[in-house]
């Protein structure tokens, strides 16, 4: 077994403090561990700022340290549930009022109030000084990041992303110090999940504020999570301390260390060696060979991701919809699924999900495996074998090769000539040059409403139509009507015919299977994953057997 | 002697304005930072404003030319991510690299030099293939195959190093010995082949039929003649002090100059990569110049043949 130097000083200057403290605070010595996570990264932009941070590994890193007033249930099916706000309530089809729970303590000792919830939500923050509330267009101060380093400038990307998440927010105002509420331009059902999203975390308005720079703040951000941060080195570590006034009950680790190993085969090392406790971003193929140890295990959890492959209708091979029909009826994806994710992930009802609740459309499915039809489809569409490109980017999403070669291998049954192109960036991948036709691409549902995946994604407004490789006019009907209608029958009626233009009629893409994340563990440790990339520490979900 | 220098510096500077040109305009031309640095998920008209904060929509001679203008200056522009200036991100990684690739190398001249040395005096022999055999092992098994079966042995089976990070001192031993053994396997069979080039030659003969003593034969006749092309690759390990770890500071997750260099580039974060040429450049440019310097002092003719011009 390793002594670590750390260790043996921690241990030695906890003997030496044991002895000089009184004899009542002996009773109450903290024999809380501290554990160990490797990641592949911590954050791919060097900030602990979500609204600048827009990845899984982000999501991941703050669900330690951030809170928002909604939460997601971490532990079941990401439902909505209560967070810093105890209750809220609708005023209006545009207002949304939230009772703040009293008590919560920041990480630098101050009260969350209905203060700190509007500094959260305001133009210094997260809009920009140039936010005009009147306009729909998103507006951008010409800053760079250098800039925000000497000063409080936001980098253009952070009112971006503040504008996607919160496109036609007028104000977040305090009626008392426990109540705020959020008033939107228009009347939207999507306010309570914008609220639970990520980016909509609150933080605290002194701490913002006495950071000298932006990045000091994206380095040290405070918020209310059961975890502070006490050590940031981009792509090497982030050391957490438990956030003793937590008001969720008592964090049961006392420090976490979450660690940058970028290759798999170390993180699994460095686990079987007893060097992590966690191991995250484990790929399937290397499940077995860790659960072999009778000392560790594997937890998988699907996440509120769907793996596509999309079209670009304007490429001569694509344009005849039937074309697209058949590629989606070539693809047997359950055999995908069984073969490469070892049965460890699954086929969804297309790109929804369940935590949709009212909004999900039952009995949707994707696209039945028939090739026979696939071959009917082409021969209808006077398909003649012409090259069709895929353009593939190397594993940027797990399996993505060896998918691609499977799904080549499906096409290629029912007369589909496609042929791989490889790309090595997302630029390439984008370029319209006559010659786009077939990509991979993934969806995630940030909120529990198809605005926040669908809409988002293959709307008006969407990067898919913003590229122009596809557009529908009643799509694009819809997600405008969409935004702006509250009656939730008329809302699914809307969505279900969504799915049906666009999954089917005239495909934009089609799912392939939901993504999964995987951590290997020690054993001993009793700890649940989340189906989701956040993991949660808290004193409920963490127990050493 | 000082034309010789001059020569060699001037040759040193357009190389280093060689590396630095090539390596921009291939770099701008092979990706886009604001969709890697932002996401590609990200909005598009954050992606327009973050290539115009960068001034990555000018056309590229003009970036050329606000860079080197700027380089010139001392500038060399600032990380696209954290918004820190590449220079300092590339210096403060520069000693944690150093940590491991210094007694590396000493493990190299060490074990590589000596091993070289003996194989060929006692050629043939059991010793000799030994030598070699365990010489062509190290040289050809790549770098991160080895970092593996060593983290495999010493971390995973035996519990006696740690197998990554760098938390305490032993994080180190595994990626030194790495770095050291592949390197004085090479070095081995350089030294091996010059010293039996040199042992062929017929001043050794001379020597030896003299009546010197074998052991003076090897000293004073044999090693600084075999010398000058062990010291080309000897001058071409200490250039790459700085650049030669990037796969073993990737397998040990070892926060050097090689990881910084691999995040850069995955990012298509310019600044920082260019940085990071730049100092490999230096540091192999430097390297270079003293082994010509070496050379000279090592071997007369050369000397003498620069001066009568």
């Known amino acids: ?545 | 002697m000082l034309s010789f220098i001059a020569s060699r510096l001037a040759r040193a500077a357009l190389t280093i304005v060689f590396v630095v040109t090539f390596a921009f305009v291939v770099l701008r031309l092979s990706g886009d930072p604001a969709m890697l640095i932002m996401s590609v998920d990200a909005p598009p008209e954050a992606i327009v404003a973050f290539r115009k904060a960068w001034g990555l929509d000018e056309p590229i001679w003009q970036q050329y030319l606000a860079y080197a203008a700027k380089a010139l200056t001392g500038d060399f522009g600032n990380s696209m991510r954290d918004g820190r200036p590449a220079i300092e991100l590339v210096l403060e990684r520069v000693p944690m690299t150093l940590a491991i690739t210094l007694p590396a190398f000493l493990i190299k001249i060490c074990l590589g030099i000596p091993a070289g040395i003996f194989a060929a005096l006692y050629r043939n022999s059991a010793l000799d293939r030994l030598t070699m055999m365990v010489s062509v092992a190290g040289f050809t098994v790549p770098s991160f195959v080895l970092a593996l079966v060593l983290v495999l042995v010493f971390s995973v089976q035996l519990g006696w190093l740690p197998s990554s990070g760098n938390d305490h001192w032993q994080s180190a031993i595994l990626p030194i010995i790495t770095l050291g053994l592949s390197g004085a396997a090479i070095l081995a069979r350089f030294t091996r082949s010059a010293m039996l080039e040199v042992l062929g030659q017929p001043y050794i003969r001379t020597a030896s039929a003299k009546g010197v003593p074998w052991h003076r034969v090897v000293r004073g006749h044999a090693l600084p003649n075999a010398a000058i092309p062990t010291v080309t690759i000897v001058g071409f390990m200490i250039g790459s002090l700085i650049a030669g770890a990037v796969v073993v500071e990737s397998v040990f997750a070892w926060p050097g100059v090689g990881r910084l260099l691999v995040s850069a580039v995955s990012n298509r974060d310019l600044a920082v990569v260019q940085a990071v040429l730049l100092a490999i450049a230096l540091s192999m440019v430097a390297a270079n110049l003293v082994v010509d310097i070496a050379y000279g002092w090592l071997d007369p003719r050369l000397r003498r043949g620069r001066a009568q011009h």
């Open chain 1, 1 to 545: 077994m390793l002594i670590h130097r750390r260790h043996f000083l921690a241990g030695t200057g906890a003997a030496a403090g044991a002895l000089a403290l009184p004899r009542f605070a002996i009773g109450q010595a903290d024999n809380r561990p501290t554990i160990t996570i490797a990641v592949q990264q911590i954050s791919n932009s060097a900030s602990l700022e979500p609204l600048r941070e827009q990845s899984n590994v982000g999501e991941r890193t703050f669900s330690f340290i951030y809170e928002g007033l909604i939460m997601r249930n971490l532990l079941s099916q990401m439902e909505t549930i209560p967070g810093l706000a105890e209750s809220w309530k609708r005023i209006d089809g545009r207002t949304v009022e939230l009772s703040l729970r009293k008590g919560v303590k920041f990480h630098n000792g101050d009260e969350m109030t209905a203060d700190d919830v509007v500094f959260t939500f305001s133009r210094e923050r997260m809009f920009g000084p140039d936010y005009d509330i009147g306009s729909s267009k998103t507006l951008f101060a010409n800053v760079l990041i250098r800039d925000s380093v000497e000063g409080k400038a936001l980098p253009p990307e952070v009112m971006a992303v503040a504008k996607r998440a919160w496109p036609a927010l007028e104000k977040v105002e305090a009626i008392d110090k426990y109540t705020v509420r959020f008033v939107n331009r228009t009347p939207d059902v999507t306010m309570e999940g914008r609220i639970a999203r990520y980016g909509s975390e609150i933080i605290s308005r002194r701490a913002y504020e006495e950071a000298k720079t932006w990045l000091d703040w994206a380095r040290k951000p405070v918020s209310t999570g059961p975890y502070k941060v006490r050590d940031f080195k981009p792509d090497q570590e982030l050391v957490l301390d438990a956030h003793e006034d937590y008001w969720n009950g008592r964090p049961p680790v006392k420090t976490v260390r979450i660690v940058v190993v970028p290759e798999v085969a170390s993180r699994i090392n460095g686990l079987l060696s007893g060097q992590f406790d966690f191991a995250c971003d484990m790929p399937p193929d290397q499940i077995p060979g860790i659960e072999k140890n009778a000392r560790f295990e594997v937890q998988g959890g699907l996440i509120a991701n769907h793996r596509l492959t999309v079209f670009d209708k304007n490429h001569a091979q694509l344009k005849d919809p039937r074309v697209r029909q058949a590629f989606t009826h070539a693809i047997d994806r359950q055999a995908i699924v069984d073969s490469l994710w070892a049965g460890r992930t699954r086929v969804p009802a297309g790109l929804q999900w369940e935590f949709y609740g009212p909004m999900f459309v039952e009995g949707w499915t994707v696209p039945e495996f028939n090739p026979q039809k696939a071959k009917d489809l082409l021969k209808q569409a006077g398909y003649k074998g012409d090259p069709i490109p895929y353009r593939l980017i190397s594993n940027y999403y797990t399996n993505q090769n060896s998918t691609a070669q499977v799904l080549l291998e499906m096409w290629r049954q029912v007369g589909l000539n496609v042929h791989i192109d490889m790309k090595e960036n997302w630029q390439q991948i984008f370029e319209n040059n006559g010659q786009r036709a077939v990509r991979d691409w993934s969806n995630s549902a940030p909120f529990t409403d198809p605005i926040s995946s669908i809409v988002n994604q293959h709307g008006p407004q969407g990067q898919q139509q913003q590229a122009q490789e596809w557009s529908n006019e009643e799509m694009n009907r819809l997600s405008i009507a969409m935004e702006t209608e509250t009656d939730m029958p008329k809302r699914k009626a809307m969505f279900k015919r969504m799915l049906e233009i666009c999954e089917r009629e005239d495909p934009a893409y089609t799912v392939l299977h939901q993504n999964a994340t995987f951590t290997a563990k020690r054993k001993d440790i009793k700890w649940k994953s989340a189906p989701a990339f956040a993991m949660d520490f808290r004193h409920y979900n963490f127990q050493r057997v």
